[in-house]
């Protein structure tokens, strides 16, 4: 046992044990919010809270043509495209 190589856990500041929360941001239907076009390149993002950390996404594209992305049935009801994870790091308590 004593070749035997265990992973290193350690606690938080306070020594309630944390772990990693990750969120996947796929895609997203804005109702409000037209196609890009050749005046208008608003691009949406978005912000997710997990206690007092805030993260938020890279800035989306716009997809028009979704057979080409396979996101597969759904892909047509939210043409914008994040493809983006946030991670947080949480406790039990979050």
């Known amino acids: 046992l004593e070749a035997l190589h265990l992973p ?3 606690f938080a500041g306070d020594g309630a044990p944390t772990f990693k929360l990750s969120v996947r941001v796929l895609a997203a239907r804005v109702p409000g919010l037209e196609p890009p ?3 208008s390149r608003r691009r949406p993002f978005l912000q997710a809270t ?3 950390v805030s993260k938020e996404t890279e800035f989306a594209d716009f997809v028009d043509d979704p057979s080409k992305d396979g996101l597969g049935a ?3 009801e939210c043409p914008w495209r994040f493809s983006d994870t946030l991670t947080f790091r949480a406790r ?3």
């Open 8 to 10: 290193n856990v350690r």
């Open 74 to 76: 759904c892909a047509a």
């Open 92 to 94: 039990v308590e979050d």
């Open 50 to 52: 997990l206690g007092t």
């Open 37 to 39: 076009g050749l005046l």
